[in-house]
């Protein structure tokens, strides 16, 4: 499974960029998907999950309310729709599927596959 992100690039504060992740390869639907974060230096975060049917999703605390993942499973793209972005937000976004669970993972560890991550900057 091939995971590619695209949408990032630099934004002002308070703005709505969409990032995307198209996946080729094995099956779409089948798979839970996440977004997740990185800042240099620091761990790896969860941002959103989502089921393979797209039925439930999850959200850290700190996007919750901000941030909607969805996801076109005939076009094979997960999608994340990031509003009111604040300068913490700044990191590299990076989409992942599980081959595995069916629910919602959190851990980095629970996913198979990784994009190579976009770089969301954020200027106050």
């Known amino acids: 499974v091939a995971l590619v992100e695209a949408g990032g690039g630099l934004v002002q504060a308070a703005g709505s960029p969409r990032l995307s992740c198209a996946s080729s390869g094995r099956t779409f639907i089948v798979y839970t998907m996440g977004w997740f974060r990185q800042v240099l230096g620091k761990e790896r975060e969860f941002v959103a999950g989502i089921t393979g049917s797209g039925s439930s999703t999850s959200y850290a605390d700190s996007v919750k309310g901000r941030f909607t993942i969805s996801r076109d499973n005939a076009k094979n793209t997960l999608y994340v729709q990031m509003n009111r972005l604040k300068p913490e937000d700044t990191a590299n976004y990076y989409c992942?599927?599980?081959?595995?669970?069916?629910?919602?993972?959190?851990?980095?560890?629970?996913?198979?596959?990784w994009g190579q991550g976009t770089q969301v900057t954020v200027s106050s």
């Open positions: 992942a599927a599980s081959g595995f669970y069916t629910r919602i993972a959190y851990s980095k560890n629970a996913y198979d596959y």
